[in-house]
T-cell receptor, first 115, second 111 residues
């Protein structure tokens, strides 16, 4: 296991289409996070899971966004009816409950472009 | 409430010069503090973290940061900049289960 992996790395879609991103965290990590990053900004928190439970969702996460982590391993982030404002880098990160600092390990990100 | 302020969205230094990237935090609990670096089209990579063991923290690639509680600061420094240090740097504070990132500082290294 070499780290957090995300797929796809790049996605170009037309407005109104649905897209889904996948994240595979470091295998022993209990916590999994989704962040969104736009140009020139820091990562903005979207949601996080502890094992399969979604414990917190940001107000940024509109009802067009849904995230799952069905077996407490990989996670998916789906965006329905995409809008141009959804264009961003979507970052996944994981951490271990055993690390009380909460250090995050990030994937390379999935860049979404909505035309 | 936790938050981070990074002063200076863009910093330029000459190769070989001192790098100083500023970060001030606000936290209602003793914080864990982090610096991450991001190269173009990549995810964030941890540079260093403060976990209350020592106020001066050494990280990768020659970077270090000093936690100053009286100033609520956690500035990042490197004695001599290299061209390869050009990247985006993010300061973050964590109470343990959530991260709050600053808006980032873009470092340019001039040859």
């Amino acid at each position: 296991d070499t780290g957090v992996s995300q797929d796809p790395r790049h996605k170009i879609t037309k407005r109104g289409q649905n897209v889904t991103f996948r994240c595979d965290p470091i295998s022993e990590h209990n916590r999994l996070y989704w962040y969104r990053q736009t140009l020139g900004q820091g990562p903005e928190f979207l949601t996080y899971f502890q094992n399969e439970a979604q414990l917190e969702k940001s107000r940024l996460l509109s009802d067009r966004f849904s995230a799952e982590r069905p077996k407490g391993s990989f996670s998916t982030l789906e965006i329905q009816r995409t809008e141009q404002g959804d264009s961003a880098m979507y970052l996944c990160a994981s951490s271990s409950l055993a690390d009380n600092t909460g250090e995050l390990f990030f994937g390379e990100g999935s860049r979404l472009t909505v035309l | 409430a936790q938050s981070v302020t990074q002063l200076g969205s863009h910093v330029s230094v000459s190769e070989g010069a001192l790098v100083l990237l500023r970060c001030n935090y606000s936290s209602s609990v003793p914080p864990y503090l982090f610096w991450y670096v991001q190269y173009p089209n990549q995810g964030l990579q941890l540079l260093l973290k403060y976990t209350s063991a020592a106020t001066l923290v050494k990280g990768i690639n020659g970077f270090e940061a000093e936690f100053k509680k009286s100033e609520t600061s956690f500035h990042l420094t490197k004695p001599s900049a290299h061209m390869s240090d050009a990247a985006e740097y993010f300061c973050a504070v964590s109470p343990g289960n959530q991260f709050y990132f600053g808006t980032g500082t873009s470092l340019t290294v001039i040859p």
